[in-house]
């Protein structure tokens, strides 16, 4: 855990609690975690997700590997130690959008469970759901998709601490849900997404 380094703080607390807002947007906050290799589709579902919570009335937002490098961890690298304070930072940022009543989906490699782990624990210890979602794919399949072309560079040695090349992904053990994108449509994961959301009651009250 990442110690406190300013000393004299406090909490301070107001007067409007986390089920005045959720009773405002009449909806419950929520992280949505996609994590998985690059190229697994995570950003891929989470925008169609997004879409999908947005028409039927929810309001969401998405907080996305590559965004978030571009502006509040525009500091971090990939060394093991940037890679997990990149993942404490938005775990920190999704648990401020929960208890503004948000549904957030974060979709980020988060190779490590360690940090991972964190950040379920962080939304544990202030009771808001946290649904791991583990995007399965093999790495001959993410590799052979490459988007960014950042697995060619990896193999070339452009690119150092690569996940799948040089660098370990330690797969979660018990996700909440495990989609694998290379035998289902970006459709059929949605509705399954959905469905999930739906049984833990978060898409109720909506408009």
Same mark, same amino acid.
């Given at each position: 855990?990442?110690? @406190? *380094?300013? +000393?004299? $703080? +406090?909490?301070?607390?107001?007067?409007?609690?986390?089920?005045?807002?959720?009773?405002?947007?009449? @909806? *419950?906050?929520? +992280?949505?975690?996609?994590?998985?290799?690059?190229?697994?589709? *995570?950003?891929?579902?989470?925008?169609?997700?997004?879409?999908?919570? +947005?028409?039927?009335?929810?309001?969401?937002?998405?907080?996305?590997?590559?965004?978030?490098?571009?502006?509040?961890?525009?500091?971090?690298?990939?060394?093991?130690?940037? #890679?997990?304070?990149? =993942?404490?930072?938005?775990?920190?940022?999704? *648990?401020?959008?929960?208890?503004?009543?948000? =549904?957030?989906?974060?979709?980020?490699?988060?190779?490590?469970?360690?940090?991972?782990? @964190?950040?379920?624990? /962080?939304?544990?210890?202030?009771?808001?759901?946290? =649904?791991?979602?583990?995007?399965? $794919?093999?790495?001959? %399949?993410?590799?052979?998709?490459?988007?960014?072309?950042?697995?060619?560079?990896?193999?070339?040695?452009?690119?150092?601490?690569?996940?799948?090349?040089?660098?370990?992904?330690?797969?979660? %053990?018990?996700?909440?849900?495990?989609?694998?994108?290379? #035998?289902?449509?970006?459709?059929?994961?949605?509705?399954?997404?959905?469905?999930? /959301?739906?049984? #833990?009651?978060?898409?109720?009250?909506?408009?």
């Amino acid at each position: 855990m990442t110690l @406190q *380094k300013a +000393t004299n $703080v +406090t909490w301070h607390e107001g007067e409007v609690t986390r089920a005045d807002r959720q009773q405002l947007l009449g @909806q *419950k906050g929520a +992280t949505i975690w996609f994590t998985g290799l690059s190229g697994s589709g *995570k950003s891929t579902v989470a925008v169609a997700l997004e879409k999908a919570l +947005t028409a039927s009335g929810h309001l969401c937002y998405r907080l996305d590997g590559d965004n978030v490098r571009l502006g509040i961890n525009k500091n971090l690298g990939f060394s093991a130690e940037d #890679r997990a304070e990149n =993942i404490r930072r938005i775990g920190e940022v999704s *648990k401020l959008f929960v208890d503004t009543g948000v =549904i957030v989906l974060s979709s980020f490699v988060s190779p490590y469970k360690a940090d991972r782990d @964190q950040v379920r624990a /962080l939304h544990a210890a202030s009771d808001m759901d946290f =649904i791991e979602v583990h995007m399965d $794919v093999p790495l001959a %399949e993410a590799e052979k998709r490459d988007p960014k072309g950042l697995y060619k560079k990896a193999r070339a040695g452009e690119i150092k601490n690569f996940t799948g090349i040089d660098d370990p992904y330690e797969a979660p %053990e018990a996700p909440e849900l495990v989609l694998y994108s290379n #035998r289902m449509s970006v459709e059929e994961e949605v509705e399954v997404l959905l469905a999930l /959301l739906s049984e #833990r009651g978060l898409l109720s009250g909506a408009a």
